[in-house]
């Protein structure tokens, strides 16, 4: 069986068997596992991680989905991978924040703020992109990748919390790229994108 999606939310990585899940060969099955279309999603809590091992995690999961997207997701990120070459939002897609019921009712939450802010409006839907393949790729690029055969995870995650956000924060701050890359219609787009402002204080 292959899927259109697959999404992975496991834990601590301190957990027994946790840290296969971010590994170069599982993500190798899981690849094997997608249709043509297909997507993978990954939560990366931040503070589960130093800063190498966050950058480990990325650097590896690169080097199965080179087409991939990080997102903001309060104290974790979203690493979002694709089996094909581009990884895009169409208008139809974001409509669908207002125009599919029951996609407007789960997303009628907000990381920051009220209603007001909620991410079925496109506006702070997309306030959520951090970078595309450029970014991640320039971000880990002096990082090692991850694999079954060297299983470090287990041992040097520590289980009250990394300490590491807020240098996590900074280095993804000096990353940070522009929404539009991930429109398929950028022109005439009108959205505040500020990250640095909304996301990342």
Not at 107 to 133: R, S
């Amino acid at each position: 069986v292959n899927y259109d999606v697959i999404s992975i939310e496991v834990g601590q990585t301190f957990r027994p068997g946790i840290a296969s899940f971010y590994t170069t060969e599982f993500y190798q099955h899981a690849r094997a596992r997608l249709r043509p279309d297909g997507i993978l999603s990954q939560f990366v809590p931040l503070s589960f991680f130093t800063t190498d091992e966050f950058c480990a995690v990325i650097k590896t999961f690169l080097e199965v989905f080179p087409t991939s997207v990080l997102w903001y997701n309060m104290s974790e990120c979203l690493l979002i991978g694709s089996v094909s070459d581009e990884l895009k939002l169409s208008p139809d897609r974001l409509s669908m924040l207002s125009q599919n019921e029951q996609l407007h009712e789960d997303l009628k939450y907000a990381h920051w703020g009220g209603p007001a802010q909620w991410l079925n409006q496109p506006d702070f839907f997309l306030a959520g992109f951090l970078m595309g393949p450029t970014g991640l790729a320039n971000m880990v690029v002096d990082a090692s990748s991850y694999h079954d055969d060297r299983p470090y995870l287990e041992y040097t995650t520590n289980i009250y919390g990394s300490g590491a956000e807020q240098s996590i924060v900074a280095m993804i701050r000096l990353h940070l790229e522009p929404v539009e890359m991930v429109l398929s219609s950028p022109e005439g787009t009108q959205f505040d994108h500020d990250i640095e402002s909304i996301c990342l204080q």
